[in-house]
């Protein structure tokens, strides 16, 4: 069973900078895709970034340029660096996770196992 525990949230100001974290454990396998989604309310839910198993990386048009996305495979974590935050970025990401091969972008459907969340607040 894939476990996925994120970390790293919390609040800032309009222009600063959080990371965040998912510890990754329970995949049989070294072929899987990792990613962020995020969920404001009253939005849909968005698939902000995610790298697959050949470290191909996609951004959703809103993060990209803002956003980093990496994966530390010792330490089997998942990292998003999020700078020049904005008001709008405000949500609970999630940390995600699919079987898939590599290759993206990689589709949304694929994505079969969630973190817990952890919660962004940007303030103006």
């Known amino acids: 069973q894939v476990q996925l525990v994120e970390s790293g949230g919390g609040s800032v100001q309009s222009g600063g900078s959080l990371r965040l974290s998912c510890a990754v454990s329970?995949?049989?396998?070294?072929?899987?895709?990792v990613g962020w989604f995020r969920q404001a309310p009253g939005k849909e839910h968005e698939l902000v970034s995610a790298?697959?198993?050949?470290?191909?990386?996609s951004y959703a048009d809103s993060v990209r340029g803002r956003f980093t996305i990496s994966k530390d495979d010792a330490k089997n974590t998942l990292y998003l660096q999020m700078n020049s935050l904005k008001p709008e970025d405000t949500a609970m990401y999630y940390c995600?996770?699919?079987?898939?091969?590599?290759?993206?972008?990689?589709?949304?459907?694929?994505?079969?196992?969630w973190g817990q969340g952890t919660q962004v607040t940007v303030s103006s």
């Open positions: 329970g995949a049989t396998s070294s072929m899987y895709c």
């Open positions: 790298v697959s198993s050949d470290g191909s990386t």
């Open positions: 995600t996770f699919a079987s898939c091969g590599p290759g993206s972008p990689i589709p949304k459907s694929l994505f079969n196992y």
